[in-house]
């Protein structure tokens, strides 16, 4: 099988195990039937944007030429900080943008990756956001009406807990055994009063994950085309939106985006 195309973020499907396709341009290649089996990425040493085609020599902010990363509402700083919205002002690089992306309801969560830690999303994200993190479990902690009110909860609460995955740890499934339900009781009784009305009461449901993985590496090497522009061998698991391979590789597919790849199997 050999199909070529610019890497996308991986889609995926919530299930036991949660199911993965590998997006090439138009193609969706099945990869969960590929673990087990040895698998090739060449790299075709050329780079699309993912918004607007154009070939870009370098990629900024995982897949745009520098004009779109510079000006995309989807680069905006209140995609990493999301208490700097300014969607429900009217206001942001791109209104209509905005008032469909980050005037939405929004969740803010506690996931289990590798320890808890606090995330924020749209609603329409779940599980996609908690798949792509790697987490093994996770749960509601707020539900709120726009972007601004969910990132206002996560900075009270990232004064207590961290808001970023160690990636390496959680792709090695090294994972706390801290309860998400204590730590959301924790963080409730520290979470200033004006936001408290938003926090889902009650423990809510507790989702599972589980991914398609032989075997977790034991020391991360991770891999990227700039360095590595043909990278090959056995497919061992898939866990966020990284490919394990043998040797104790990985390669991070969603900070690919936009270059193009043949796979081979």
Same mark, same amino acid.
């Given at each position: 099988?050999? =199909?070529?195309? !610019? ?9 036991? %195990?949660?199911?993965?396709? $590998?997006? #090439? @341009? ?64 009217? =206001?942001?690089? !791109? ?9 939405? %309801?929004?969740?803010?969560? $506690?996931? #289990? @990756? ?85 926090? #889902? ?65």
């Amino acid at each position: 099988m050999k =199909e070529s195309g !610019n890497i996308l973020k991986m889609k995926t499907k919530f299930g036991a %195990p949660v199911q993965y396709w $590998l997006r #090439l @341009s138009q193609h969706l290649l099945p990869l969960n039937e590929f673990i087990g089996r040895r698998i090739s990425l060449q790299y075709e040493h050329q780079i699309n944007c993912i918004e607007c085609g154009r070939k870009t020599p370098k990629s900024f902010g995982q897949g745009f030429c520098y004009p779109c990363f510079a000006n995309s509402p989807e680069n905006s700083d209140c995609i990493i900080h999301p208490e700097k919205c300014r969607g429900h002002l009217n =206001e942001g690089r !791109n209104v209509e943008w905005e008032l469909a992306h980050h005037v939405q %309801p929004h969740t803010v969560y $506690l996931a #289990l @990756s590798n320890d808890i830690k606090v995330g924020v999303t749209r609603d329409t994200q779940i599980p996609t956001r908690w798949i792509d993190q790697g987490a093994s479990r996770a749960i509601v902690f707020a539900r709120t009406l726009n972007r601004w009110q969910a990132g206002m909860i996560e900075v009270a609460l990232k004064q207590h807990i961290s808001d970023k995955t160690n990636w390496q740890r959680m792709l090695k499934n090294e994972i706390s055994s801290r309860s998400l339900y204590e730590v959301k009781d924790e963080m409730f009784r520290l979470l200033p009063e004006e936001w408290q009305p938003f926090v #889902l009461p009650g423990q809510g449901d507790m989702l599972e994950l589980q991914y398609p993985v032989l075997r977790f590496p034991q020391k991360v090497k991770s891999l990227n085309f700039d360095k590595s522009p043909l990278i090959e061998g056995e497919l061992l698991g898939i866990k966020g939106q990284y490919l394990l391979f043998d040797e104790d590789r990985v390669i991070n597919i969603r900070s690919q985006s936009g270059y193009m790849v043949t796979f081979s199997a």
